[in-house]
T-cell receptor, first 112, second 113 residues
Framework: DAKTTQPTSMDCAEGRAANLPCNHS???????VYWYRQIHSQGPQYIIH???NNETNEMASLIITEDRKSSTLILPHATLRDTAVYYC?????????????FGTGTRLKVLA | GAGVSQTPSNKVTEKGKYVELRCDPI?????LYWYRQSLGQGPEFLIY????????DSGLPNDRFFAVRPEGSVSTLKIQRTERGDSAVYLC???????????FGEGSRLTVL
């Protein structure tokens, strides 16, 4: 499974866009990029996923570079409730398995 | 509620005891995952089921850990001869389609004294 690398922590001002980077240089052609977040003491929550095209939903946008070796999760207008740990995951898709391997994530703190 | 339900929410046990943790997935979800999470770490994959069968159990740390899902719905994670290092939050998640969104429960916090 491809490994992901994320910054340990980031701060963002409330109302500004939060851009969370992720490196996945060993990603293979059939592996998707997923983003989850975990607010303190809760289970992880799905945000978005993509293969190679940029994706947008009501929560966030996902920008994947053309070579697919990195991606950025964008929260367009961060609020205090977006303070959480954000996990970038490359889903294992080889040999028919679909396990999601979480790293240590990026701890995002949204500041008032 | 319609979400993933895990019981118990908290379990305190003594070293060497046997523990069972239960997960009730969202109705109709065929995929079910178990993770464990230690303080300050991301969730660690243990096992996932597709229907009744374990599709990938490569994350189970040793033979003291076992999980079942006999009817393709409720799953039980079983830990024998618990050790202090087993203390963690055990998370369960279910999914409706292959490769789709996973829905996580609130977790079962296990403390081994």
């Amino acid at each position: 499974d491809a490994k992901t690398t994320q910054p340990t922590s980031m701060d963002c001002a409330e109302g500004r866009a939060a851009n969370l980077p992720c490196n996945h240089s060993t990603i293979s052609g059939n592996e998707y990029v997923y983003w989850y977040r975990q607010i303190h003491s809760q289970g992880p929550q799905y945000i978005i996923h993509g293969l190679k095209n940029n994706e947008t939903n009501e929560m966030a946008s996902l920008i994947i570079t053309e070579d697919r070796k990195s991606s950025t999760l964008i929260l367009p207008h961060a609020t205090l409730r977006d303070t959480a740990v954000y996990y970038c995951i490359v889903r294992g898709g080889t040999s028919g398995t679909y396990k999601y391997i979480f790293g240590t994530g990026t701890r995002l703190k949204v500041l008032a | 509620g319609a979400g993933v339900s895990q019981t118990p929410s908290n379990k305190v046990t003594e070293k060497g005891k046997y523990v069972e943790l239960r997960c009730d997935p969202i109705s109709g979800h065929t995929a079910l995952y178990w993770y464990r999470q230690s303080l300050g770490q991301g969730p660690e994959f243990l096992i996932y089921f597709q229907g009744t069968g374990a599709a990938d159990d490569s994350g189970l740390p040793n033979d003291r850990f076992f999980a079942v899902r006999p009817e393709g719905s409720v799953s039980t994670l079983k830990i024998q001869r618990t050790e202090r290092g087993d203390s963690a939050v055990y998370l369960c998640a279910s999914g409706g389609i292959i490769g789709g969104e996973l829905f996580f429960g609130e977790g079962s916090r296990l403390t081994v004294l």
